[in-house]
């Protein structure tokens, strides 16, 4: 079956200007996590959804970073004004109960 | 707070030898579960494991056993007869009782040669 998908694979985008990540995940899994992974580090936690409600939005960064999931399905992941601090892969993970989450491949975004 | 501690950044091993990853764990919680991840170079991290706090009986799967022990807040990971594709990074991670996100350490990379 299809796992988890997110696209763009590959993000480069100029300081200052804003992205959308969106992330797929497996058909019927009521939990989507969002995570940052900087070069050479362990995955951070953003943000986290059951459905279409934002339970955990505690990782968010900062202002600029948005998360939606309005339909509880697909998420997209926004972030205005990027800096070069924003540079990393960002992962999307699902989950049908705790014990697992399934990870997507991530977007690697480069901000220039 | 909660934090997991992988000491070792990389680690070089010939095919056939036996390696152990270390994982040290820091939680409040008494009810908390542990995980291991690997992210092969493709990026995409694939699930080994979870325990929880309650289980410490060890677990063999394979090649692949895990050691679990709370007295010294350690879950440490062995990968006996390594194989070239072991060659990844491996994560540990906890998460607390009351929410399922994930608290990774900073990985372990593995370099198995043949």
């Known amino acids: 079956g299809a796992g988890v998908s997110q696209s763009p694979r590959y993000k480069v985008a100029k300081r200052g200007q804003d992205v959308a990540l969106r992330c797929d995940p497996i058909?019927?899994?009521?939990?989507l996590f969002w995570y940052q992974q900087a070069l050479g580090q362990g995955p951070e936690f953003l943000t986290y959804?059951?459905?279409?409600?934002?339970?955990?939005k505690s990782g968010l960064p900062s202002d600029r970073f948005f998360a939606e999931r309005p339909e509880g399905s697909v998420s997209t992941l926004k972030i205005q004004r990027t800096q070069q601090e924003d540079s990393a892969v960002y992962l999307c993970?699902?989950?049908?109960?705790?014990?697992?989450?399934?990870f997507g491949p991530g977007t690697r975004l480069t901000v220039t | 707070a909660q934090k997991v501690t992988q000491a070792q950044t990389e680690i070089s091993v010939v095919e056939k030898e036996d390696v152990t990853l270390d994982c040290v764990y820091e939680?409040?919680?008494?009810?908390?579960?542990l995980f291991w991840y690997k992210q092969p170079p493709s990026g995409e991290l694939v699930f080994l494991i979870r325990r929880n706090s309650f289980d410490e009986q060890n677990e063999i799967s394979g090649r692949y056993s895990w050691n679990f022990q709370k007295s010294t807040s350690s879950f440490n990971f062995t990968i006996t007869a390594s194989q070239v594709v072991d060659s990844a990074v491996y994560f540990c991670a906890l998460s607390e009782d009351n929410t399922d996100k994930l608290i990774f350490g900073t990985g372990t990379r593995l370099q198995v040669f043949p």
């Open positions: 959804f059951q459905n279409e409600a934002q339970l955990d």
């Open positions: 993970a699902s989950s049908l109960d705790a014990y697992e989450q399934y």
């Open positions: 939680t409040r919680d008494t009810t908390y579960y």
């Open positions: 058909s019927g899994h009521v939990s």
